[in-house]
């Protein structure tokens, strides 16, 4: 499912130059550019940067046709006239990379930051553009300060909206409490900017069930150790998901939205009254990461829990993270596999919960939370839209309703009305 890709490119000013003639590229996947660049660099022989999504034929990603700007120091030959109906207009939701001249300056910051460490020179390759983030991957490019060979791991810049900004503050934590569970923070400049070291391996998108397990042995000693510092990940910026904040953010934000939330009432009416049941079952508030599926997890095998049997593993993109429930991480953990597998996953998530506090009751608490992961989702999505540009709308307003039909459609376990 190829996306076709128009591009329109503007100088370092933003000033429009011209089209390149459509062409495909191989990912569908509107926010991951590389083989955009590639494509473009192989076909048209010009060094294109991609800004951000102007047009798409489809509601949703994958594939379709695509319109993307992208911003060039030279303007090749042969360009088209930049169609009529194209909007270059400012919008205060931009990102910062978003905007010709934006990208520049986070790989200067990174360069710096590079230099300062020693690390020598290194050449950029994008790969993502998009609302959420921008990534490129930096390849060794020259010797380090100490004279040593190019060749070596790549690093990785990373840039996302203030409302993801404590991404950074999660990676120190992680850096100090668990670090062979986390990527390597080499800067963060305080506004979505991040320099990680390179996560050898692969993201773990296959994982299949014993992968899984061990995924959620290790997550399990994240949230262990961060439940003792819930006070101190809020205070560093961490979203409060916690209780009666996490009813109030959920409610707030989809009201805004506008979304009809009729099949929901009964939930939304009795949200309180229901986490204050969870509360009651004993397990801890902690640090969630938001998006706990195996693509967020970067490693070499499958092997056992922390590394064991050959394997190690790190978990990526920490954007989404918040405190609250740690029931949020394993149902994302669980989804889309079999049913089988998904209980089993739950037994031993419930099983480590009961281990590490005595007396809890890890799953009722997760019956009670099923219906509430989702209306949360619905919540989370509808605060991007909030936040973004409508041109990117496309990528995100399909799952808002998505949410709220599953929350809508699961059973109120826990009794009592009208929760039950």
């Known amino acids: 499912m190829p996306r076709t890709v128009n591009l329109i490119l503007v100088d370092p000013t933003g000033a429009p130059l011209g089209a390149l003639a459509p062409f495909d590229a191989p990912d569908p996947w509107w926010q991951d550019v590389a083989d955009v660049v590639a494509t473009a660099r192989a076909r048209h022989h010009v060094e294109v940067t991609v800004l951000r999504l102007l047009t798409a034929d489809r509601p949703a990603p994958p594939g379709g046709t695509v319109t993307y700007l992208a911003q060039v120091d030279t303007a090749p030959d042969g360009l088209l006239p930049v169609p009529a109906a194209t909007d270059l207009s400012p919008d205060p939701r931009r990102a910062p990379w978003a905007d010709p001249g934006g ?3 986070t790989l200067r910051w990174a360069m710096d930051r590079l230099e300062e460490l020693g690390r020598g020179a290194y050449r950029p390759v994008q790969r993502r553009a998009w609302n959420l983030s921008a990534i490129w991957r930096l390849d060794p490019a020259g010797p380090d300060a100490a004279g040593a060979d190019p060749a070596g791991d790549p690093v990785w810049v990373k840039q996302v ?8 503050a999660v990676l120190r934590w992680l ?5 062979r569970l986390a990527p390597v ?18 993201d773990r998108y296959g994982a299949g069930p014993a992968e899984r397990e061990a995924i959620g042995v290790d997550h399990h000693e994240i949230q262990t150790r961060a439940a003792a510092d819930v006070a101190a990940l809020v ?15 959920v409610r ?14 009964g939930l939304l009416d009795g949200l309180d009254e229901r986490l ?14 938001g998006d706990l599926h195996p693509g967020n997890v970067r490693g070499t095998g499958t092997g056992g829990a922390g590394g064991a049997g050959g394997a190690a593993r790190v978990v990526i993109d920490w954007g989404d993270a918040l405190v609250g429930h740690p029931a949020f991480d394993v149902l994302r953990l669980t989804e889309r596999t079999d049913p089988a597998v998904a209980a089993a996953l739950t037994r031993s998530w419930a099983a480590r919960w009961r281990a590490s506090v005595p007396g809890c009751d890890p799953e009722r ?24 540009e409508p041109a990117e709308h496309p990528f995100h307003a399909g799952d808002v309703p998505d949410h709220l039909a599953r929350a809508a459609a699961l059973p109120r376990k826990g009794g009592g009305n009208p929760i039950s």
């Open 103 to 105: 990208p520049d300056r």
């Open 161 to 168: 909206p203030g409302f993801l900004a404590h991404e950074a």
């Open 175 to 179: 850096g100090r409490a668990v670090p």
């Open 185 to 202: 923070l080499l800067g963060a400049d305080g506004t979505g900017r991040i320099l990680l070291d390179h996560v050898r391996g692969e």
């Open 235 to 249: 205070a560093a910026g961490v979203p409060d998901r916690r209780g009666a904040a996490l009813a109030a953010y």
């Open 252 to 265: 707030r934000v989809l009201t805004a939205h506008g979304a009809d939330l009729a099949p929901v009432a």
């Open 276 to 289: 204050a049941r969870v509360a009651d079952c004993g397990v801890p508030d902690t640090l969630v990461h």
């Open 365 to 388: 608490a997760l019956d009670l939370l099923r219906p509430v992961a989702e209306l949360r989702m619905a919540a989370v999505y509808a605060d991007f839209l909030a936040r973004i």
